[in-house]
C-alpha cells in the first residue's frame, strides 16, 4: 500500500512538472528565445509540427511571438502568434475561439502590404468557416486570399486557395465549379512536386465523386491519395483518406474491405490525437455495424462519434449521425428515441438553413450601402468639380473685367446659363435616383416573400417524402417472405425495382390444401399507373388474392381471375364515361402430387424452357375489362413438371425502359434474347445479370415504369424435396402452441 501511494505521488509530481514547464517532440520552451524578428520566424516555423501533437506547447509559444510583436509594434508577428494560437484551439475543438483569433491577428495586420503569412490567413479562416458550415464567408475568403496571390504570387497558397473554394462549392452541389478549382489546385502541386497535396487534392476529389454516387472513381481516387502518402507513419490526410476509402466501400456494400480500411483510420486518428477523424470514423463504423444487423455494436459506436463531434461543433458531422440513430432505433421499434434523433435531426437543418440566408441577405445589405457611399462620394466629387470651374471662371472674368465691361457681360450671362441647365438635370437626377430606391426596395421585399413560400414548400416536401417512405415499408410487409418462396422454389430470383418509393407492380405467394391437394400459388401482377395510385391497387390486389384463395378454397387459375375481376367491378364501379383502374395478373398453381403447373393470365406473359427450347404463353387479355360484359373463362395452360423446367414471369415494366444510344424502349424482342442467353445460369447470377443489363441500357434516363422479373428452376425431385420442407417449418411454428 505505501508503494502505490508513493508511485501515485511520483505520478502527480511528474504531471505538474509537464503542466508548468511544457517540452514534447524535442523543443524545449525556454530553449527558443526570442531577441528579435529572425527568433520569431525560427520559433514559429520549429512549433509549428506542435499544433498537432501538443496544441498547448503550440499555444505557449504563440502568446510569446504575440508578446514580443506587440512590443516592438510588429503587425507581421502579431498575425503569425495569432495564427499559431487559433490553430491551436481548432485542434482542440474550440473552432470559435479559432475564428476569432484570426480575425482579430487580421485585424490588427490592418491594410499593410500584401504579405503570404496574411494570405496564408485567410486561407486557414476560410477552411474554418467551411467547417462550422458557414459556406458564404469561407468563399468570400478563399477569394480574397485569391486576389492577393496576384499581387503576391505563392503556389502553395494559390493551390490552398482552390482546394478552399473547391470544397465549398461541392458542399453546396455545384460539383461542374468543385471539379474545376481541384484541378488548378492539382496542376500547382504537379508543377510543385508536392506529393503532400497532391494526396490532398485526390481525396478531395474522390469526396465529390462520392457525393455523385460514383464509388469507383472516388475509391480510385483515395487509393492514388494513399499512394501518394506512403507508409509512413500517420497524418490527418492519410487517416481521413483511409475513412472515406472505407466509407466508399460501405457504401458499395462491400463490409469486409470497409471494416479493413476504417479500423486502420480509427488506429491513426487515435495516435495522433485527430478528434474529428476519430468522430467521423465512429459514424462510419457505426454505420457499417447498423448495415450489417449489429445493432448494439452500431448504437455504440454512433453515439460515440456524435459524442466527439457535438463537443467540437463539428457541424457537418451532426446530421449523418442524427440520422443513422434515427433509422437504427426505428428499425428496433425504439420509436421514442428514434422521433428524439429525428427531430434534432430537422431542429440542426432549421438552423444551418437559417444561417445561410441571413448571411446571404447581410451581404445584399452590405452591397447596396456600399452602392450608396459610392453614389454620395460621386455626388460630392461633381459638386467639387463645378465649384472648381466656376472658380476658374471667376478668376478668368476678374482677370479680363478690366478690358472689357462688355465681355465680361457675355461671360456673366453664359455662365448664368449654364449653371441653370446644371441644376434642372441635377433636380431630375435626384427624382431618379428615389425612384430607383422604391424599386429596389419593392424587390427587396419580393425576394423575402418567395424565400418564405421556397421554405413552406421544402417543409410540405420532407413531409411528402417522409410518408412515402412508411408507405413503402407497409408494402414491403405485404410481399411474401424469402425464407417461404424458398418453401417451393430452391432456386429463383426475384428483380423488384419501383419507380417511386411505392410500387403498382407486386408478387403474392401462398401454399394451401385443398380437396387433399397441396397447391402452392404464385401471382405475379402490374396495376395501371405506379406510385401512390399503383400501390392502392396493389394492396387491393393482395386482399383479393387472400380472399380468394384462403377463405374461398378457390384453386383453378381461372376462377382466381374471375374472382378478381368480380371484385374490382365490385369495388371500383366501372362507367363508360367514367376512367377506372385495373391490373394485369398471372397465376401459377402447382400441384405436387400430380407433378403439374397450371397457368392462367390477365395480361402478363409465362416463359419456360425445357433444356434449349424456349416457349412463351401469352395472357388472354392485356388487363380485366371491367366494362366487357358476357366475360368468359380463362384459358388454363397445363405444364409437365416431370423433367426439368425453368419458367419466367414479368410485368412490362423492364422491356419498356427507355435507354440505348439512341434513347429507344428495350422491347419484348430483345428482353427475350437476354432471358433466352442466361436461362441455363444459375438463378443468382441471372439476376445480377439482368439488373446489370437493365442500368447499362437505362444509361442517364430515368426509370420509365415499375420493374417485377419472377424467375425459378423445378421439377418434380425439387417439388417434393420443398414440399419436406415446408412441411417442416410449418411443424416448427406449430410446436409452441401444442407445448
Not at 492539382?186 to 506529393?195: E, F, I, S
Not at 373463362?633 to 423433367?643: C, M, N
Request: contains cysteine; aromatic residues 10%; charged residues 25%.
Amino acid at each position: 500500500m505505501r508503494i502505490n501511494s508513493y508511485s501515485k505521488l511520483i505520478v502527480l509530481t511528474i504531471l505538474l512538472l509537464m503542466k508548468n514547464f511544457p517540452s514534447f517532440g524535442g523543443v524545449k520552451a525556454d530553449s527558443l528565445a526570442i531577441l528579435d524578428t529572425a527568433d520569431v520566424y525560427t520559433v514559429y516555423q520549429k512549433t509549428n509540427v506542435d499544433v498537432t501533437f501538443n496544441p498547448s506547447l503550440s499555444i505557449y509559444h504563440g502568446k510569446r511571438i504575440i508578446a514580443y510583436s506587440e512590443t516592438h509594434g510588429w503587425k507581421k508577428g502579431q498575425l503569425m502568434g495569432h495564427i499559431q494560437v487559433g490553430m491551436a484551439e481548432f485542434k482542440l475543438g474550440k473552432i470559435d475561439r479559432a475564428i476569432g483569433l484570426l480575425k482579430q491577428g487580421l485585424e490588427l495586420y490592418g491594410k499593410g502590404p500584401v504579405d503570404s503569412v496574411q494570405i496564408h490567413a485567410y486561407n486557414l479562416l476560410g477552411n474554418l468557416y467551411r467547417v462550422t458550415g458557414r459556406h458564404v464567408e469561407a468563399q468570400k475568403s478563399h477569394y480574397k486570399a485569391l486576389r492577393m496571390c496576384q499581387d503576391l504570387p505563392d503556389d502553395k497558397e494559390f493551390m490552398s486557395a482552390y482546394n478552399g473554394l473547391g470544397h465549398v462549392f461541392l458542399v453546396r452541389a455545384n460539383y461542374m465549379l468543385a471539379e474545376s478549382y481541384y484541378m488548378k489546385g492539382m496542376k500547382v502541386a504537379q508543377r510543385l512536386g508536392d506529393l503532400q497535396s497532391l494526396a490532398t487534392v485526390s481525396v478531395n476529389m474522390g469526396n465529390m465523386f462520392l457525393m455523385q454516387d460514383s464509388t469507383l472513381k472516388a475509391i480510385e481516387r483515395f487509393e492514388n491519395a494513399l499512394d501518394y502518402w506512403g507508409k509512413d507513419g500517420f497524418t490527418y490526410g492519410k487517416v481521413w483518406a483511409e475513412y472515406k476509402l472505407g466509407n466508399a466501400y460501405r457504401l458499395r456494400e462491400e463490409y469486409r474491405l470497409a471494416l479493413q480500411h476504417l479500423r486502420i483510420a480509427q488506429q491513426g486518428a487515435q495516435e495522433i490525437h485527430f478528434n474529428r477523424g476519430m468522430a467521423a470514423v465512429d459514424i462510419a463504423l457505426g454505420q457499417c455495424y447498423r448495415e450489417m444487423g449489429l445493432i448494439s455494436k452500431g448504437e455504440r459506436l454512433l453515439k460515440s462519434g456524435l459524442a466527439i463531434a457535438e463537443e467540437a461543433k463539428m457541424i457537418e458531422l451532426l446530421p449523418v449521425a442524427y440520422d443513422d440513430l434515427y433509422h437504427l432505433y426505428h428499425k428496433s421499434n425504439n420509436y421514442e428515441k428514434a422521433f428524439e434523433y429525428l427531430h434534432r435531426l430537422k431542429v440542426l437543418n432549421d438552423s444551418l438553413y437559417t444561417k445561410e440566408k441571413e448571411g446571404v441577405i447581410r451581404k445584399l445589405e452590405n452591397t447596396y450601402q456600399l452602392e450608396q457611399k459610392e453614389e454620395e462620394n460621386k455626388d460630392l466629387k461633381q459638386e467639387n468639380k463645378e465649384q472648381e470651374s466656376v472658380i476658374f471662371w471667376q478668376k478668368v472674368l476678374g482677370y479680363i473685367v478690366v478690358f472689357s465691361l462688355l465681355i465680361f457681360c457675355v461671360f456673366a450671362l453664359v455662365l448664368y446659363l449654364e449653371n441653370k441647365r446644371k441644376r434642372i438635370a441635377n433636380m431630375e437626377l435626384s427624382s431618379t435616383n428615389i425612384d430607383l430606391q422604391e424599386k429596389q426596395q419593392l424587390l427587396l421585399e419580393q425576394k423575402q416573400h418567395l424565400q418564405e413560400v421556397s421554405r413552406e414548400l421544402q417543409i410540405k416536401k420532407e413531409d411528402l417524402e417522409d410518408s412515402l417512405s412508411y408507405a413503402s415499408t407497409i408494402q414491403s410487409a405485404l410481399l411474401p417472405l424469402e425464407r417461404d418462396i424458398e418453401g417451393c422454389f430452391s432456386e429463383h430470383f426475384i428483380l423488384y425495382k419501383p419507380m417511386q418509393y411505392v410500387s403498382g407492380d407486386f408478387y403474392w405467394m401462398h401454399t394451401e390444401e385443398i380437396d387433399g391437394e397441396h397447391l402452392d400459388f404464385f401471382v405475379v401482377a402490374d396495376c395501371t399507373g405506379h406510385g401512390v395510385s399503383g400501390a392502392f391497387m396493389s394492396v387491393l390486389g393482395n386482399s383479393i388474392l387472400r380472399e380468394s384463395v384462403i377463405q374461398k378454397k378457390l384453386k383453378d387459375p381461372s376462377d382466381i381471375l374471375m374472382k378478381v375481376g368480380e371484385v374490382l367491378e365490385e369495388h371500383l364501379k366501372p362507367t363508360e364515361t367514367k376512367s377506372f383502374d385495373s391490373m394485369e395478373m398471372g397465376i401459377c398453381v402447382i400441384n405436387r402430387q400430380k407433378g403439374v403447373l397450371r397457368f392462367a393470365s390477365s395480361g402478363i406473359p409465362l416463359i419456360y424452357f425445357r433444356g434449349n427450347t424456349m416457349c412463351k404463353l401469352r395472357g388472354d387479355k392485356t388487363k380485366f375489362d371491367l366494362l366487357k360484359k358476357n366475360k368468359g373463362k380463362y384459358v388454363v395452360h397445363e405444364i409437365d413438371l416431370s423433367t426439368d423446367l425453368t419458367f419466367y414471369m414479368y410485368s412490362d415494366g423492364y422491356q419498356d425502359q427507355f435507354g440505348g444510344r439512341r434513347g429507344k424502349k428495350l422491347l419484348s424482342r430483345r428482353f427475350r434474347k437476354v432471358i433466352e442467353k442466361i436461362h441455363h445460369l444459375p438463378m443468382q447470377r441471372q439476376f445480377q445479370e439482368l439488373d446489370r443489363l437493365h442500368l447499362q441500357w437505362k444509361g442517364d434516363e430515368d426509370q420509365t415504369d415499375d420493374i417485377l422479373v419472377f424467375g425459378a428452376c423445378c421439377n418434380v425431385y425439387s417439388l417434393e424435396h420443398n414440399s419436406q420442407k415446408t412441411s417442416t417449418y410449418q411443424a416448427l411454428e406449430e410446436m409452441p402452441s401444442k407445448i
